[in-house]
């Protein structure tokens, strides 16, 4: 363990700066800003798989003009299923927390209350939107199990990895779901094909036999 191994000072403070560099970089997430319309819904999306935490904080961004009152908005956060997951209206600051249930696309949109709107212009937010190892609680896992310094930054790589191991099983699964599809879908076309050149087939078949026996009735030939 990270206990056992003997390092002089000379190569742990270096390798405790590249592990705290290393984690922050897997880690890291930033806030976004979303500029909202005055008549309208700006959305944002991100595909998750299922069983992932999700942690969101978004806040309306003070205008600049002294003495103006921050505009307000709603919110509301939806499954791929449709299920409503959060929802909030005529707020400046607001925060939701969830477990994924199934894998696909979550929806988040905001939009500005016409009822309550002061200005006709736009209105900016700040959404901070973390999943999966970025949404943990490193400090209440430090309190709890008394680590701290390398075998914590250890222990935040570990999660990291289990991160990206679980997001490339997903997307192989992912692959092998879209390969079978569109394995299906062209044998369906192949058998349509072959379905359509019989037809064609058998319809020039019967116009020769039509034009033939016309003829003959006719006795052109």
Known sequence: MAKDINLSSGTRNPLLLFLCFTTLMLLRTEAIWLTIPSKGTKCMSEEIQAQVVVLADYYVVADDVKGHQPQTVSAKVTSPYGNNLHQNENVTHGQFAFTTTESGNYVACFWVDTKHQESGGETTISLEWKTGIAAKDWDSVARKE??????????????????????????????????????????????????????????SGLQLWYLKRFFRKKKLI
């Open 146 to 203: 008394k680590i701290e310094g390398v075998e914590l930054e250890l222990r935040k790589l570990e999660g990291a990895v289990e991160a990206i191991r679980d997001n490339l099983i997903y997307l192989k699964n992912r692959e092998e779901e879209m390969r079978e599809v569109s394995e299906t879908t062209n044998a369906r076309v192949a058998w349509f094909s072959i379905l359509s050149l019989g037809l064609c087939i058998c319809v």
